[in-house]
């Protein structure tokens, strides 16, 4: 929970925003919190009907900054990780989660299926680059 | 008060081959980076790209009286006949 209490302002951002994808064939589900300050990772197993179980679970990433300018005359900077987002390749068992400002793209997970059941592993946290932009069309 | 968020990532999709990932920032940079090597590939702006029509803000009043709610109800349907009128002549 992140409160910033300035002069007359007071911006609550308790809530945050939750994505959830299903991972097809697996029977798992991610589950991405993010907050303004903090995002994780949860995986689940929901293949046994009736329970789930958490197979995995990733850090708390600190974010990047916000800033509160204020008229007169203060200027705050607060951490953010953003609203985040969470992507799955189903052919190469590949999951984009957790953006991290302007430092990291995205975590990248590999989803692998083994005899005890599915492993889920982080294989890197990707760049953000910053080349300018060339605004060519798409 | 202005509040500025630092550039953050917004939006996050994987092509159907899982090669390339593209990542939008809520300044509507989208950027396409290859999977296997982490390289940067190409971006654009989006945030330049159509047009705008229209913008809807919001107002928060406090009233001090039924009148002047009364009254901004009026500015209210003027706004929204003035909007109709303008939806009809696109």
Known sequence: MLILDSYLINISTANGWTHVKEIANTGLLVSVHHCWDTANLEVFDVSDKGQGKKIYSFEKVSGGRIMIKIYFPSLSFLLVTGYGDVAYNPRRNILGAIPNGVKISHHLYNVAASKTGNIVKLIRKSRWHFQQSIGGGI | ?90
């Open chain 2, 1 to 90: 008060m202005d509040l500025h968020v630092e550039k953050h990532i917004t939006g996050l999709d994987f092509n159907p081959n899982g090669e390339i990932v593209a990542a939008i920032d809520n300044y509507g940079t989208c950027r396409i980076s290859d999977v296997n090597t982490d390289e940067y590939v190409f971006d654009v702006s989006m945030s330049d790209r159509g047009k705008e029509y229209f913008r809807i803000q919001c107002v928060f009043r406090c009233y001090s009286s039924m009148t002047n709610l009364f009254f901004d109800i009026n500015l209210l349907l003027v706004a929204l006949l003035e909007f109709l009128v303008f939806l009809s002549l696109l």
